[in-house]
């Protein structure tokens, strides 16, 4: 007995299935259920990188909190639907960068705070009397440096992707007002 032979999805139209992707790309989660599709096969990776779809894909919903690092990288989703003046992707980045920006002016605050903390433990470690106090206070200054140190290479890495976000969001506003 000869058995009948299943379709699959990749065997409709290449018209249709650019109309499901599309689909796709404006439901709720538009940007991750298109990241997800990209796995399945090759069809539905050359679907997702179509121009038209890449420009639909919806970030309103996104928590920029649930942003997977990928959405990032140059080829992530992010960078993908930019170029083609993806509005809800532009406001993603711009609203990723207000985000950084105050999160950089708060860890900069608290760095000059604790660096005035570092500086009255060090004088109090001039004025301990007794050996215990002294080495009390050297390890908590330790502590303190290599915290401050943390931080600055944090304060780093933020002023690095806020600059690669300006340089983004200047190349978006000129794409979009043409």
Not at 33 to 43: F, G, I, Q
Not at 113 to 122: E, H, Q
Not at 136 to 156: G, R
């Amino acid at each position: 007995m000869k058995r009948k032979r299943q379709s699959k999805i990749t065997d409709l139209n290449y018209d249709v299935l650019k109309n499901v992707m599309y689909h796709v790309a404006v439901s709720p989660d538009g940007a991750g259920n298109l990241a997800r599709t990209l796995s399945v096969c090759r069809l539905f990776k050359e679907l997702a990188d179509d121009s038209d779809i890449l420009k639909a894909v919806a970030f309103d919903q996104v928590e920029l909190s649930d942003i997977h690092e990928s959405f990032w990288q140059p080829a992530g989703m992010l960078c993908r639907c930019l170029p083609t003046g993806n509005s809800t992707a532009f406001y993603a980045i711009r609203q990723k960068a207000e985000i950084l920006n105050v999160s950089y002016l708060i860890l900069k605050r608290d760095m000059f705070r604790g660096k005035l903390i570092l500086l009255a433990r060090s004088r109090a470690l001039e004025i301990a009397n007794t050996r215990a106090r002294k080495k009390a206070l050297e390890d908590a200054i330790d502590d303190c440096t290599s915290t401050f140190d943390a931080v600055d290479t944090q304060i780093e890495t933020i002023e690095q992707f806020l600059v690669m976000l300006k340089a983004v969001l200047k190349v978006m506003r000129s794409q979009i007002s043409q």
